[in-house]
């Protein structure tokens, strides 16, 4: 269930820092006011832009991916990630949605618990051979 940080402000205006909240049936009535957006409401969804469009800005691919912009110019240092590339003569970094798609589907590959065939559990236990002792 998504929770949401509420600020209490009265309704007659005062900071809620001047007046401590008694108990329920106080006759100054409080009100919640949204400070931060629910959780569910958070989640990136591509805007129309970013999914009919071949290439993608940092901006867009991290929208895209549901990541923020920062995290993939950390990748892109780092030499981690999807594949990116300079374009035009400010050589701005971008994204090819389909190398995007496919870097998804590899890292989905590689995690051990998206591929059946990397799980350790999948794996026949290994037994020790019987040692020859010299005696």
Request: proline share 9%; aromatic share 6%.
């Amino acid at each position: 269930m998504a929770a949401a940080i509420v600020d209490e402000t009265l309704v007659s205006g005062e900071s809620p820092a001047l007046h401590t909240p008694g108990p329920r049936n106080s006759q100054r009535p409080f009100r919640a006011v949204l400070t931060q957006p629910l959780l569910a409401a958070s989640v990136a969804v591509p805007s129309e832009h970013v999914a009919r469009t071949a290439f993608l800005t940092v901006k867009d691919a991290a929208e895209y991916l549901g990541l923020s912009p920062h995290t993939l110019y950390v990748w892109r240092h780092r030499r981690q990630g999807p594949p990116s590339f300079r374009m035009g003569s400010r050589g701005r970094v971008m994204y090819r949605r389909e190398a995007l798609d496919a870097w998804v589907r590899e890292q989905e590959q590689a995690d051990s618990r998206s591929n059946p065939a990397l799980s350790p559990l999948a794996v026949a236990p290994q037994h020790r051979s019987e040692r020859i002792s010299d005696a």
